[in-house]
């Protein structure tokens, strides 16, 4: 079974900063992509970055030039860093990620899918 575990949410002013990270674990073949989704009070979620399989990072327009994902390789696990925070950034943090998990009973490949973290609180207010 694979897991997403995120930490680093919390409470700011605005312009501060924090940082988020999330880590894939259970039986993984590959990671197709992965990003962070996030879900405000009363709306819809939506993407607020990805890291796409060729390597590249795609940003919504709302956090673009402040929000800046990265990866670390060796771990798997991919970060946010959010910096200049304004109220409206406030919701749910969800990482994502659409991986190939392993069947280590079969020794085999199994389909694609999509999982989710449990989800990390971000609040920005004075």
């Known amino acids: 079974q694979v897991q997403l575990a995120e930490s680093g949410g919390g409470s700011v002013q605005p312009g501060g900063s924090l940082r988020l990270s999330c880590s894939p674990s259970g039986s993984i073949f590959s990671i197709d992509a992965m990003g962070w989704y996030r879900q405000a009070p009363g709306k819809q979620r939506e993407l607020a970055a990805v890291?796409?399989?060729?390597?590249?990072?795609n940003y919504a327009a709302s956090v673009k030039g402040r929000f800046t994902m990265s990866r670390d390789n060796a771990k798997n696990s991919v970060y946010l860093q959010m910096n200049s925070l304004n109220p409206e950034d406030t919701a749910i943090y969800y990482c994502?990620?659409?991986?190939?998990?392993?069947?280590?009973?079969?020794?085999?490949?199994?389909?694609?899918?999509?999982?989710w973290g449990q989800g990390t609180q971000v609040t920005v207010s004075p």
């Open positions: 890291m796409t399989g060729d390597g590249n990072f």
């Open positions: 994502y990620a659409r991986v190939v998990p392993w069947d280590n009973r079969n020794n085999r490949r199994l389909p694609s899918r999509d999982y």
